[in-house]
């Protein structure tokens, strides 16, 4: 482990002999008293960002940190892109399934409306009217 004496990491670090140890009392820096000697371990310097060019490894490390982010969540706008298509489309086929059905009740609606109407004509009409009814009706069965 490589550690400076206060005068050496300032002069390394461009800063004042004072500013270091104002950090090392404060305790933001942690020194070691080799010899009777206040002495400043170099990874030290680099977790205080003491050092130069420590700044720039700590933006790098943010970028990458934040690029990291953006790749899982574009990952994650996809997967969800994915399944809005695919609930869209479960939703088109249920929609497209209920208007059929709501078509084929419609037709079968009709259907029994007209079969009411002409029970109540057949029981109406008296029995010429009625055969001539059914004639009809079994002509135009007949056609269709």
């Given at each position: 482990?490589?550690?400076?004496?206060?005068?050496?990491?300032?002069?390394?670090c461009d800063t004042t002999v004072k500013?270091?140890?104002?950090?090392?009392?404060?305790?933001?820096?942690?020194?070691?008293?080799?010899?009777?000697?206040?002495?400043?371990?170099?990874?030290?310097?680099?977790?205080?960002?003491?050092?130069?060019?420590?700044?720039?490894?700590?933006?790098?490390?943010?970028?990458?940190?934040?690029?990291?982010?953006?790749?899982?969540?574009?990952?994650?706008?996809?997967?969800?892109?994915?399944?809005?298509?695919?609930?869209?489309?479960?939703?088109?086929?249920?929609?497209?399934?209920?208007?059929?059905?709501?078509?084929?009740?419609?037709?079968?609606?009709?259907?029994?409306?007209?079969?009411?109407?002409?029970?109540?004509?057949?029981?109406?009409?008296?029995?010429?009217?009625?055969?001539?009814?059914?004639?009809?009706?079994?002509?135009?069965?007949?056609?269709?």
């Amino acid at each position: 482990m490589h550690s400076y004496t206060l005068r050496e990491a300032a002069e390394l670090c461009d800063t004042t002999v004072k500013a270091l140890r104002n950090r090392a009392d404060r305790g933001s820096l942690q020194t070691v008293l080799v010899d009777g000697e206040r002495r400043v371990p170099h990874a030290e310097l680099e977790r205080a960002g003491l050092l130069p060019g420590a700044e720039l490894r700590d933006l790098r490390r943010r970028v990458e940190l934040l690029s990291d982010e953006l790749a899982t969540s574009r990952q994650l706008v996809v997967s969800t892109e994915r399944a809005a298509e695919a609930e869209r489309e479960a939703r088109e086929r249920a929609e497209a399934a209920l208007f059929e059905r709501e078509a084929a009740a419609a037709v079968a609606m009709a259907a029994a409306d007209e079969l009411r109407a002409l029970e109540a004509d057949l029981r109406a009409a008296g029995p010429i009217k009625a055969w001539k009814l059914a004639r009809t009706r079994r002509r135009a069965a007949d056609a269709a």
